[in-house]
């Protein structure tokens, strides 16, 4: 990979401004019309041909400097991952075909969907190095992805019912909806036109500059221009009957909504320029653009999505001015864009392998707007809930390499191309950027690092201003390089050994240990060790920080964490407890009177923190004794020491912890979300101390006393939301009131009561604030109370019917119905009570209260209704599926994940899916078919091409459903022995053409005489492929995405299938070549040593008995294939059958025959495929023939240019063997 | 005047009565018809409410308010009585003596009855005025007993109110539209209504109107009415609201979104 990039990222030439003209939008048939315009400076002399990326649309017509018409070739590999292969079905095959169709068409190493050859009238042009313009007309129809056009189903003008659409896509995703170089590290400036009628609103980035009506007044246009450069990812338009509002605070902001909107729009945005504020005076650099624009879109990818300029959000974002908690999530989104504003857009990354820096310091940047305006609390809290989630995650799932260049991973994807990686590595990459780059600021000091980042953004800053030379708007483009070398100049400091523990490895540390004091030496004795066995962690080395509260005060240490060293020590300070009387002082300096009786007497030590201030990515189970922890949770100021506190009370259900966390949940001068987080602690403590438990119900005092009204404590108070931390407690404390049961398990009689009172007395007229998030969590609550049914026997046929149903289910039930129905009538914001009651009808169903029935989630889940109900509705049925294992529910899920209009929703359900699979990898389920299998594989191979983002779903799905191995429901194939499972080399997508031989293929196909090599290899292909359909019909089973790649070409002198149809052919001679003479020479001991391989590898006995049964006349016949292709590949051809591959045929007819001679190559390439792998396992036994081999690997290497690195990589990776993959 | 069975009448008249009957009797009577002693009652009587009658009308006419002998003796002479007669009459031999007519005795008012104690007169009320009547007839006090909770009843009352409201409003929409059961069997317990789908979800859930029904009180119908007759108000205006913003100050802002969209220039035609 390295060597690529220092070999081919060099692009031959340079993108200097490029125009997007939209000249018709339809809304009826989503469809849309015009040309982009590329001024290309030539920076060799000899440049023949360009790439382009452009996919699911149509291209017209491309002309250089509007003279000259160039010829131009559509090859798109990624429209179906494994061409033709329709029995491999295991995901490191896949894993490989889709990295190397990503890479071939990436703009980032110099590829694109598109090639267009330069006409020889402009070779003089280039000669001369002169720019030239490249003016492509296209359209789009109907597009499948990258565009979203939203269209009501009403009748009337498209403006008055609303219709928009905007465009879209996981990271550099532009390709979809106009031709360009879609990588981040091209930046250029833009002039954006479009027409649409007029009563729309079209916003895009960069300045408007004007709207002009066109001569019928009908439609008009409106000109934008980008001067700052800016890469064509950035790019995004968002058109519809928008609702202006320019910010009053800062008028060159402007917000748009759709119609009826913008009074909530208005509250919504209101404090948006406190941002500004904020990020322009923390970086002492000004915002980098004149405008900035927020679109508030229905059915949006995303809730937001960054370009530059302008951001477009999701409208179920805007809130009014009585709704409470999805302020601060708006806020924080919000917040959030305008950082990825400097970082992210103005300035972006590299390539894929430096997205960790934009993502990390935008992330970064709207923490630290976090910690201004919701509170350093809060801040912190958020960054250790983070920091839980991505080490649980890196526990989970494999550790996150944020610069993926230097390392394999060992994950069922690969992480080197943003569009192979899953959708919930992405999210949690970003959030792993960005406690990395808090790491950083503990390293090198918060002044320096935003001096750091207020170098980058001035060098950028002056770099766009500049006119288009070669290379200055490099510094607009941030690479882990570029970025330590700026923190080493504006610091002088080597961030290397940082970026080597975080950036370049993966996972977190996991520490845990306990400590013990000696009396006798006065001394704390520590053990600290780390948990290297599980997944996802990381060996930590360094300085590690433990804070000792004793006594007389609190103490830093730090300790050097090294190689084997697990114990350490702490002197004292003070010699036990001498004057009782005095106060304790803490870290913060204030001192507090503490009741010492429940510490051990002979101790100084009240509690330990190892690493509080979250200094490094890691995982800590620290164990202490409960009073210690009850001390930490009572004294300790930092909420992050509280929340660890309250994690370890869980353990201990005392008297004393149910004091402490009463205490602190009445304490009002706590962090509110401590005591929401004590509430649930609570619950939990008493359920385990219920048998000796005196008094009402736990917190019921506490709430009665916050809540009840003056005369009658039992009777809640009329709403009023004015102190918000009373208003999270009221929504908590009845949720985890909920959760207590009595000694028979159930809900507390008293407690049932007291819900049902707080439905009853709700009473929200006099409150200035909407009470909807309440009244969802009092029916969440509800559902919490509800324990399984009394095993009723149900003999009767009807199954569970309203006889069987407890009082207090009836009571559920019949609040639930009022509630339901009551929002059909006076829906609440945002819908929230309909979707608790959802939720809670399925609780009843789980618990059998009420029959299992779909019915009823499906009404809500389909399109036309709100997408927050939607997503529970279906999170429902994802459940149902898995406890029915009902087939058709879930074939009607996986038709909303392919055709759903809304791609959220799509992508929603795959999630949903991924964490609550139907089945596990190896459970028994009735589901587990092989049309599944066919189905899954299909969507993800060819079916879903147009949205990465859903695309890697279902290879999450897939992963999670039959792990990365073959499933075990499908058949085992005649020619098993081929299917390598740790096929991790070479098998090569044959649409994905290596750069070498592209630069023949316009040659191959001009010239005329074409004919008798590539006939030569055609018939050899045709000849193996008969042989081969001799050993296994299964071959024969067509693929009927063959020809999807064939898209389109252009009439007459460009045949695209040909052009295919050659390169592999010319690609394989290449392989073969490197390999010949070995491959040849250790032909005869291979037959055995496939057979061992194959029973060592296979992941069950009965698997590999089988497999290996089938498998060795199969190899041995395949291996005759083998020397045959050998001997025939170099070039010497076979005279034979030049008839049977037609020259000049029918593009359809000629892409299906093409596809077929891929599939054969293939085979033979798969043959070679198993030599390889039966050298790495010749390695262990002959290091001689290893070496060889390695070698021959790094020759093709070097030869395939792009597309793969695994043989090297996987020979030095012992972990990603298979063995340890089966598990 | 004597239909009054009962009253201070009734035993004046007896008392005229018994006087007239004691009359005939030293005249030489035996025994009389009633009707006729009634006659003689009620001459009698007549005579000396016309005596009262008149010796008023003197002392008024001399300017007192209280009558003197002279007033009556006026009174008898008007009415042609011979005043000498009265001293032979009052000296007859045979004259008849009453016993004075018992006094009726004050009925006892039972303690039980009395709530509170009665106020006793100021000094310038006479003391024959009747008393005053139990303090709670005429000063505002606690008749009933008052509920150990009264917050507590009108919060009852209004959750109550509200949920029949509700639950009437939604029982009749479950009943004429379409609903879901959670039942196979039993589809009239428990009717969900129907969702349908919409055209525009996000408008219903982004502008909620659940708190409408919330504003129990009149007063707070009112305003939550006219708040959302300005909210639509306001959304109307921000329809046109970059015009008007641009008409109030258009130097103010500079915003291209708020710049007139131009005309096409005429070559472009």
């Known amino acids: 990979m390295k060597k690529d990039n220092k070999s081919d990222n060099q692009r031959p030439y340079k993108l200097s401004h490029q125009k997007i003209c939209l000249t018709g939008v339809n809304f009826e048939k989503k469809s849309i019309i015009g040309y982009v315009d590329l001024t290309i400076h030539p920076l060799r002399a000899d440049l023949k041909r360009l790439k382009i990326n452009f996919k699911q649309g149509r291209i017209y017509r491309i002309c250089i400097n509007d003279q000259w018409e160039a010829a131009f070739l559509y090859n798109d590999p990624t429209q179906e991952i494994c061409q033709g292969e329709a029995k491999q079905r295991n995901l490191d095959f896949f894993q490989n075909c889709h990295l190397s169709a990503m890479n071939a068409v990436d703009a980032d190493s110099v590829n694109g969907e598109v090639t267009i050859k330069l006409p020889p009238e402009t070779h003089p042009l280039i000669a001369e190095l002169r720019p030239f313009r490249l003016c492509i007309e296209y359209s789009l129809e109907d597009p499948k992805g990258g565009i979203h056009f939203v269209v009501p189903e009403m009748s009337g003008d498209m403006a008055d019912i609303g219709a928009h659409m905007f465009t879209y896509g996981h990271e550099n995703s532009s390709r979809l909806w106009f031709p360009c170089i879609d990588s981040y590290c091209e930046p250029c400036t833009w002039k954006i036109e479009i027409t649409v009628d007029r009563d729309m609103t079209a916003v895009s980035c960069g300045d408007l500059i004007e709207a002009v009506y066109s001569p019928c007044l009908m439609k008009k246009t409106f000109h934008y221009y980008m001067s700052t450069p800016v890469s064509a990812p950035n790019i995004a338009i968002a058109i519809g009957p928008f609702e202006i509002f320019v910010d009053p605070n800062m008028h060159e902001v402007t917000h748009f909504c759709l119609p009826h909107l913008s009074g909530i729009l208005k509250h919504t945005t209101s404090y948006i320029h406190e941002a500004f504020e904020f990020y322009e005076e923390l970086l002492s650099s000004r915002y980098p653009y004149s405008y900035y624009k927020q679109v508030f879109v229905d059915e949006s990818y995303a809730d937001a999505m960054s370009y530059a300029t302008m951001t477009i959000f999701s409208t179920n974002l805007l809130h009014s001015s009585r709704i409470i908690d999805q302020t601060f999530m708006t806020r924080t989104l919000m917040a959030k864009a305008v950082a990825q504003q400097f970082f992210g857009t103005f300035i972006s990354m590299h390539t894929w392998s430096d997205a960790w820096l934009p993502k990390g310091i935008a992330g970064y940047l709207s923490m630290l707007f976090i910690k201004k305006t919701f509170g350093n609390n809060e ?16 526990n989970k799932v494999g550790g996150i390499v944020l610069d993926p260049t230097k390392k394999e991973s060992n994950l069922h994807f690969s992480a080197k191309n943003s569009h192979t990686v899953s959708p919930r590595h992405a999210a949690m990459f970003s959030q792993k950027a960005m ?11 918060t002044e320096l690092l935003l001096q750091a980042l207020n170098k980058l953004l001035s060098l950028a800053y002056n770099a766009s201003q500049q006119k288009y030379v070669s290379n200055t708007w490099v510094n607009m483009l941030l690479s882990t390089s570029s970025f330590s070398k700026i923190i080493s100049t504006v610091t002088g400091k080597d961030i290397l050994p940082f970026l080597e523990q975080w950036v370049y490895q993966s996972g977190c540390a996991r520490f845990y240990g306990n400590f013990v004091f000696n009396r006798k030496r006065n001394v704390v004795e520590l053990e600290i060790k780390q948990d290297n066995s599980v997944k996802g962690a990381l060996k930590y080395v360094g300085p590690l920080t433990v804070t000792i509260q004793e006594l007389d005060g609190s103490f830093n240490h730090t300790f050097k964490i090294e190689e084997n060293k697990t114990k350490f ?12 009387k005095k106060k304790i002082p803490l870290m913060t300096g204030e001192e507090v009177d503490m009741d010492l009786s429940a510490m051990d007497a002979d101790s100084p030590v009240l509690w330990l923190r190892v690493d509080p201030e979250l200094n490094t990515l890691r995982q800590c189970a620290w164990e202490q004794p409960d009073y210690m922890w009850q001390y930490q949770l009572r004294y300790e100021r930092d909420v992050v020491a509280q929340k660890e506190a309250i994690e370890a009370l869980y353990k201990y259900g005392t008297p004393a912890t149910r004091l402490a966390l009463t205490d602190t949940i009445e304490n009002d001068s706590c962090y509110y979300r401590i005591r929401l987080d004590a509430c649930e602690c609570l619950a939990s403590v008493a359920n385990s101390m219920v048998s000796n438990w005196a008094g009402p119900p736990a917190m019921m005092t506490i709430f009665r006393k916050t809540f009840g009204s003056h005369s009658c404590p039992s009777i809640i108070r009329q709403n009023n939301f004015n102190n918000f931390q009373h208003y999270y407690l009221l929504k908590t404390m009845p949720k985890a009131m909920a959760r207590l049961r009595n000694i028979h398990n159930i809900c507390p009689m008293e407690v049932m009561k007291f819900l049902m009172d707080l439905f009853k007395y709700n009473d929200n007229s006099k409150n200035k604030y909407s009470d909807n998030y309440y009244r969802a969590a009092l029916i969440e609550a509800l559902s919490l109370t509800i324990t399984p049914a009394v095993a009723t026997v149900t003999v009767s046929s009807q199954g569970i019917s309203t006889e069987y149903l407890s009082a207090d289910m009836k009571l559920i039930l019949e609040e639930c119905t009022r509630c339901l129905n009551l929002e059909k009538l006076l829906p609440c914001y945002r819908h929230t009570v309909t979707v608790s009651c959802i939720k809670l009808i399925r609780t009843m169903q789980k618990y059998g209260h009420l029959p299992n029935d779909s019915e009823i989630f499906q009404c809500y889940a389909t399109y036309g209704v709100f997408r927050d109900v939607r997503v529970a509705a279906l999170s429902c049925l994802v459940d149902f599926v ?13 038709d909303l994940v392919e055709y759903d209009p809304d791609p959220f929703i799509r992508h929603t359900v795959l999630m949903m899916f991924v964490d609550n699979p139907p089945f596990k990898k190896g459970e028994y389920s009735p589901m587990n078919t092989t049309e599944l299998v066919d189905r899954l594989w299909n969507l993800m191979n060819s079916l879903l091409c147009s949205d990465s983002r859903l695309r890697c779903g279902v290879t999450d799905l897939y992963h999670t459903l039959y792990g990365r191995t073959r499933p075990f429901c499908l058949p085992i194939p005649e020619n098993m022995m081929v299917l390598n499972l740790k096929q991790r080399t070479t098998m090569l997508n044959p649409s994905v053409v290596p750069e070498k031989l ?29 042989k ?13 995405f063959e020809s999807s790649f064939v898209e389109f070409v252009r009439a007459g002198s460009m045949d695209n299938s040909q052009a295919s149809e050659s390169n592999p052919a010319k690609q394989i001679k290449l392989d073969e070549e490197g390999q010949k003479s070995k491959v040849i020479q250790k032909q005869p001991s291979e037959a055995q040593d496939d057979r061992s391989h194959l029973s060592e590898d296979s992941s069950s006995p009965t698997h590999s008995q089988s497999s290996q049964s089938v498998a060795t006349p199969a190899a041995q016949s395949s291996q005759s294939v083998d020397i045959l292709c050998n001997l025939s590949g170099p070039s010497t051809p076979l005279p034979m059958d030049l008839s049977r591959t037609p020259v000049g045929t029918v593009p359809l007819m000629s892409g299906e025959s093409s596809s077929k001679s891929h599939k054969s190559k293939k085979k033979k390439k798969k043959n070679k495929h198993k030599h390889k792998h039966k050298h790495r396992h010749d390695k262990s036994r002959d290091e001689e023939k290893m070496s060889k081999d390695r070698a021959s690997s790094e020759q093709r290497e070097s030869e395939q240019s792009n597309s793969n690195l695994a043989p090297l990589t996987t020979l030095k990776s012992p972990p990603s063997s298979p063995e340890f993959e089966v598990m | 005047m004597s239909g009054d069975i009962t009253g201070p009448s009734a035993s004046r008249r007896k008392a005229l009565k018994v006087a007239v009957a004691a009359l005939c009797s030293e005249n030489g009577f035996t025994s009389s018809e009633d009707s006729a002693l009634e006659t003689l009652t009620e001459l009698l009587q007549s005579f000396l409410s016309e005596v009262g009658r008149s010796a008023r009308a003197y002392c008024e006419l001399s300017g007192r308010t209280e009558a003197m002998v002279s007033d009556v003796a006026m009174a008898l002479v008007n009415m042609g009585f011979n005043i000498e007669s009265i001293a032979g009459h009052a000296k007859r031999p045979n004259k008849s003596v009453f016993i004075p007519p018992a006094q009726m005795t004050q009925p006892v008012i039972h303690k039980t009855l009395q709530a509170g104690e009665r106020k006793t007169h100021p000094s310038h009320i006479p003391d024959h005025l009747p008393q005053f009547p139990d303090p709670h007839t005429y000063i505002r006090t606690l008749t009933h007993q008052q509920p150990l909770n009264e917050y507590q009843l009108m919060r009852e009352k209004a959750a109550s109110q509200k949920r029949d409201v509700e639950r009437a409003l939604t029982r009749f929409i479950a009943k004429t539209g379409n609903t879901q059961h959670l039942f196979k069997d039993d589809p009239s ?16 859930a982004l502008l909620p109107k659940d708190q409408d029904l919330d504003a129990q009180e009149p007063g707070e119908t009112y305003s939550t009415g006219s708040k959302k007759r300005s909210d639509n108000n306001s959304q109307g205006d921000a329809k046109d609201g ?12 500079d915003n291209p979104y708020l710049r007139p969209v131009k005309l096409p220039k005429k070559r472009k035609r």
């Not at chain 1, 801040?379 to 890196?394: D, G, Q, T």
């Not at chain 2, 970059?242 to 802002?253: F, G, K, L, R, T």
Request: hydrophobic residues 35%; glycine residues 2%; negative net charge.
């Open chain 1, 569 to 580: 020590e702490i002197t004292c300070h003070s010699k036990s407890r001498r004057n009782k």
């Open chain 1, 435 to 445: 406690l990395v780059m808090r790491i950083l600021e503990f390293r090198i000091g």
């Open chain 1, 882 to 894: 898995r406890s029915e294992s009902n087939q058709i529910m879930f074939d009607w899920l996986l």
């Open chain 2, 242 to 253: 970059a015009q008007s913003q641009e008409s109030a100050d258009p130097d103010a802002i």
């Open chain 1, 998 to 1026: 592209q630069d023949q293929m316009f040659e191959d196909e001009l010239e005329v005489e074409e004919n008798v090599k590539r006939a030569a290899f055609g018939t050899d292909v045709e000849k193996s492929g008969q």
């Open chain 1, 379 to 394: 801040f912190r809290y958020v960054i250790a809930r983070k920091l839980k989630e991505v080490s649980e995650h890196e």
């Open chain 2, 189 to 204: 317990a428990f009717p969900l209504i129907a969702i349908a789908p919409s055209p525009r979800p996000y408008l219903n």
């Open chain 1, 1028 to 1040: 081969r359909k001799a050993d296994s019909p299964l071959l024969e089973a067509k693929s009927k």
